[in-house]
């Protein structure tokens, strides 16, 4: 695939997917799932929440990073496994400032964009995905031209670092009941930044 991003098929076995999904059970619980709005006003279909000192929020007033839930609570911490798995792929000492929970039920989707709400792009983002298999798609750095998607299954962990932190991708769709991991079917992704806005 693209230079920068690794994909690691498969890193997590059965019992560490059962593992990760009961820990973001109790990240839900502490901080529910919302359809992010967008700027437009439009309500995405992908429902998220957030783990960690910074959270990802979308609302009429714009994107950001803010160290609460829409409610006013404080995000969780981020658990520890997930964390394992951020060491284990990147090697880094520092850890993440969030880890955002997106969940996909059947015909949800994420369109093309960039990540750039962090403050250095230098950290890569971590990847992993659970439950149903998405097709996921990378582009470019500029917007529009040749693209390339690949289907993540349950237990795939991406890294994309270097060349392809600031590439346009996107969720096309997924295969909704192409795993039982979830009781009711979806798909669940954790991705991992450091957001390093100095704070
Ligand atoms: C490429 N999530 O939350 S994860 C997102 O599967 C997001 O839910 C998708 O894009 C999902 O922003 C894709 C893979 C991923 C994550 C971060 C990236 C790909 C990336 C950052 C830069 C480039
Ligand atoms: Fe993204």
């Known amino acids: 695939m693209l230079r920068g991003v690794e994909v690691y098929s498969g890193l997590l076995d059965g019992a560490e997917q059962a593992a990760l999904l009961a820990e973001i059970r109790g990240v839900a619980a502490a901080a529910p799932m919302v359809h992010p709005v967008m700027r437009s006003g439009k309500q995405m279909s992908v429902r998220m929440t957030s783990a960690g000192r910074l959270g990802w929020v979308s609302d009429q007033g714009g994107y950001r990073y803010q160290r609460h839930h829409p409610s006013g609570v404080p995000w969780p911490p981020i658990p520890a496994p997930v964390l394992d798995i951020w060491h284990r792929v990147t090697g880094l000492a ?106």
């Not at 798609?137 to 693209?147: A, L, Q």
């Not at 991708?169 to 039982?180: A, E, N």
Request: include cysteine; charge should be neutral; glycine fraction near 16%.
């Open 94 to 199: 520092r850890m993440p400032d969030c880890c955002l929970v997106n969940f996909y039920s059947e015909g949800a989707r994420l369109g093309m964009h960039q990540d750039r709400d962090e403050g250095n792009f230098d950290w890569p983002v971590v990847s992993v995905s659970l439950g149903d298999e998405g097709l996921f798609r990378v582009g470019n750095i500029e917007r529009g031209g040749k693209t390339e998607s690949i289907w993540l299954r349950s237990g795939d962990v991406l890294v994309m670092g270097g060349a392809a932190r600031l590439v346009h991708h996107g969720v096309d769709r997924i295969r909704f009941g192409t795993s039982t991991l979830l009781p009711k079917g979806g798909r669940i992704n954790l991705t991992l930044r450091v957001v390093d806005q100095g704070s």
